[in-house]
Every structure is written in C-alpha cells, then in structure tokens.
Nanobody
Framework: QVQLVESGGGLVQAGASLRLSCVASGRTWSGYAMGWFRQAPGKEREFVAC????????YYADSVKGRFTISRDNAKNTVYLQMNTLKPEDTAVYYCAAGPGIVAYSGRYYEGTRYNYWGQGTQVTVSS
C-alpha cells in the first residue's frame, strides 16, 4: 500500500524555521518526482517545491525561493522541506505528493493534478 506521511508542522513565530518530513512507502520511488504543495484557508492549493528522487536540480515557487529547501534521503525514503524565515503568509496545510518523473522533466511540476499520490498534510501556522 502506497503511503506518504508528513510530519513536522507546528505553530511558530515569524522568522522561525521548521523542517517538514515526508516518509514514502509502498513502492519503489526511484525516478519519481516528489513535491510539496500547500493550501491556506479559502485559497487554492499551490505548488511549493519539487525534486526528482534520483537527483537533479529542485524547483521552487517564487514565493519560497531562497527561504525553503527541498531535499531527500534515499536510504530513509524521506523527502524534507526545510523552511526558514517563515512568514505569516506561509500559514497553510502542507502536503507531500509523488508523481512520475515526467512531471518534473516536462516542466509541469507545479500542477498538482499530475501527481498520483498524496499525503494527509501537516499544518504550519506562522504568527506575526
């Protein structure tokens, strides 16, 4: 059974850091694209970051570029999202997602509909 399980969310003050984790299980992930998305109350889901499991340059939304870093640990089947200098506008439920590598190679990594698997999400709240 394929599972993506996120953790690491919480309530922090503006300027603080958090690291989200996504443990992936249930299949071989080599070649897959792993993405982070977020959804704030009353807003549409938006792309945050993406990385190919087997390597390559990551992709970021402009709103988080320079503050967030996506990485992976192949041995632990875990993808991370290091979030620094958090802002109140980063408040959202953060979701981990996985899709075929073509999602990233085609440049369509920001489209959530192209990802096959999703986690349940973890809440991040940033107070001002």
């Amino acid at each position: 059974q394929v599972q993506l399980v996120e953790s690491g969310g919480g309530l922090v003050q503006a300027g603080a850091s958090l690291r989200l984790s996504c443990v992936a299980s249930g299949r071989t992930w080599s070649g897959y694209a792993m993405g982070w998305f977020r959804q704030a109350p009353g807003k549409e889901r938006e792309f945050v970051a993406c990385i190919i499991w087997s390597g390559g340059s990551p992709y970021y939304a402009d709103s988080v570029k320079g503050r967030f870093t996506i990485s992976r640990d192949n041995a632990k089947n875990t993808v991370y999202l290091q979030m620094n200098t958090l802002k109140p506008e980063d408040t959202a439920v953060y979701y981990c997602a996985a899709g075929p590598g073509i999602v990233a190679y085609s440049g369509r990594y920001y489209e959530g509909t192209r990802y096959n698997y999703w986690g349940q999400g973890t809440q991040v709240t940033v107070s001002s």
